[in-house]
């Protein structure tokens, strides 16, 4: 460990001796100075880096207009949706990511745990790292509002908004974004219904589900009922969407409203096209290609429309969007968008990050600096 990570490792373990004095910020992107609450940074140059507040305590990174005190973190991870596993396979990386980095970060398990020991223990800000229901479909950003404690991503509205395929599909549709075709089944009729409009195939998926969890491609009316009963599990409305034959692509997305920027797109190539949660998580089958391969102008318009489909949600943070490029004219179809990304060894954000000239660790601190509130945001 070099002699500034030992220094970023000291600071996050408690306040340390001595009296505040101004000096050059540890980010080499500004001075810092007392103020009475922590500091105040005036920039001047060099290159943004992690690293202990020199006032002792709190570690500090840029958020473009200066530095920003992480304080105490809470890395939320496991909760009680489908994809838990997942999730606490997420939080490990991030913990150790920011931990290494010397900032003072704690696991937290809303399972096992109440939401409101957050504030009583004085966390100052948290990384959502959990996925599914309860941990990025609103209700978990609408406790973090009440509590008045900072948290990485979208807010109450974009996450539940987000978090309902169906939902978000109307909206994209309203906005002129290009999205598949869907009908709602509420019983093994209607998805036999829904067959008999959208063709074969057909995807049969969860409204309010992530990681593939419940899903079924359909070839004909006789696989329906047991895949509406499958996705049915998870979700009392069940999403029947026109399957679109093509290269399959996700690309992410850093920021918020004007500000926001697309990674590199990913195309994902999985065995037989089969894209499951097994292969997402548990095997090394599926390749990953990024850069892309896809000619330049694909891969701009991919960016463009995820970017768009973004900032119509409303979306912050960051986020990752799903998008099929249907092979007969090279058109892209928005799938889905996904607010609490995986942060996995097999996850996609980290991987196009990477390509992009962002490290894991930096991309961690990066989005736990620019942890906020909804009022905040607004």
């Known amino acids: 460990m070099s002699e500034h990570a030992k220094t970023m490792a000291d600071a996050a373990s408690g306040p340390s001796a001595g009296p505040p004095q101004a ?7 500004s001075t810092v100075v007392p103020d009475g609450r922590g500091a105040v940074t005036q920039p001047s140059a060099g290159p943004p880096q992690a690293g202990p507040h020199p006032l002792g305590g709190s570690t500090v990174v840029p958020d473009g207009r200066g530095a920003v005190h992480l304080g105490k973190v809470a890395v939320l991870m496991g909760g009680t949706s489908a994809e838990r596993e997942v999730s606490l396979m997420s939080g490990a990386g991030v913990l150790k990511a920011l931990q290494s980095q010397g900032v003072d970060a704690h696991a937290f398990d809303p399972a096992e745990r109440d939401v409101s020991d957050l504030k009583r223990e004085g966390f100052e800000r948290c990384f959502i790292a959990l ?5 990025e479909d609103g209700a978990l950003q609408g406790a973090l509002e009440l509590l008045r404690i900072p948290y990485t991503g979208s807010g109450v509205m974009a996450s539940a908004i987000a978090m309902d395929k169906i939902m ?27 067959l008999a409009v959208l063709g074969a195939p057909m995807i049969v998926k969860a ?3 992530g990681s593939s969890i419940g899903l079924t491609k359909v070839s004909d009316a006789a696989q329906c009922r047991a895949a509406f009963e499958a996705a049915a599990q998870f979700d009392r409305e069940v999403l029947c969407e026109q399957f ?4 399959e692509t996700t690309c992410p997305v850093l920021g918020e409203g004007e500000g926001a920027q697309a990674l590199p797109v990913i195309r994902i190539v999985a065995p037989g096209g089969n894209y499951d949660y097994q292969n997402k998580y548990f095997t090394d089958e599926v390749r990953y290609l990024c850069p892309s391969g896809l000619p330049a102008d694909e891969e701009a318009e991919i960016q463009r429309i995820v970017v ?28 889905e968008i996904n607010t609490s990304p995986g942060m996995t060894g097999h996850s996609l954000v980290p991987m196009s990050a990477r390509a992009a000239g962002i490290s894991y660790e930096q991309l961690c601190l990066r989005l736990l600096a620019a942890a906020t509130l909804d009022e905040a945001a607004a």
Do not use: N
């Open 168 to 194: 978000t599909k109307r909206i994209w549709r309203f906005e002129g974004l290009p999205t598949p075709d869907w009908r709602i089944a509420r019983s093994a009729a209607e998805c036999e219904a829904a």
């Open 244 to 247: 679109i034959e093509g290269d």
């Open 131 to 135: 996925h599914g229901r309860r941990g």
């Open 23 to 29: 000096g050059p910020h540890p980010l080499g992107g």
């Open 308 to 335: 768009r489909a973004y900032r119509t949600l409303g979306c912050r943070g960051w986020a990752r969007a799903d998008v099929m490029i249907r092979a007969s004219d090279r058109q892209p179809f928005l799938l």
């Open 207 to 209: 409204a309010r589900e």
